[in-house]
Nanobody
Framework: QVQLVESGGGLVQPGGSLRLSCASSASRFSIYTMGWYRQAPGKQRELVAVIAAGGRTTYADSAEGRFTISRDNAKNTVSLQMNSLKPEDTAVYYC?????????WGQGTQVTVSS
């Protein structure tokens, strides 16, 4: 069982920045595809950004150009740098780790963008 612990959420004004971090207990962290997803009230959970084991990144259209996902295999962490935040970015953000046949989620961290 892999545990994922997110941190870094909070309240920020429109146009501001936040950095989310996720610490993983996986013993072979480097082989996992790591991702950030979000779920706003009344909406389905959606992909924000993913970083593959080899470092290739994929972003949702809404995140492209504003968010940056990165990983540190030495520290077993994945981060999401979010800039130019908008009210519509308000959601619970979840860390995800997956390899074929296994899929793990963190508990989530709240991000609220409001003036």
């Amino acid at each position: 069982q892999v545990q994922l612990v997110e941190s870094g959420g909070g309240l920020v004004q429109p146009g501001g920045s936040l950095r989310l971090s996720c610490a993983s207990s996986a013993s072979r962290f480097s082989i996992y595809t790591m991702g950030w997803y979000r779920q706003a009230p009344g909406k389905q959970r959606e992909l924000v950004a993913v970083i593959a084991a080899g470092g290739r990144t994929t972003y949702a259209d809404s995140a492209e150009g504003r968010f940056t996902i990165s990983r540190d295999n030495a520290k077993n962490t994945v981060s999401l740098q979010m800039n130019s935040l908008k009210p519509e970015d308000t959601a619970v953000y979840y860390c995800n780790a997956k390899v074929p046949g296994l899929n793990y989620w963190g508990q989530g961290t709240q991000v609220t963008v409001s003036s």
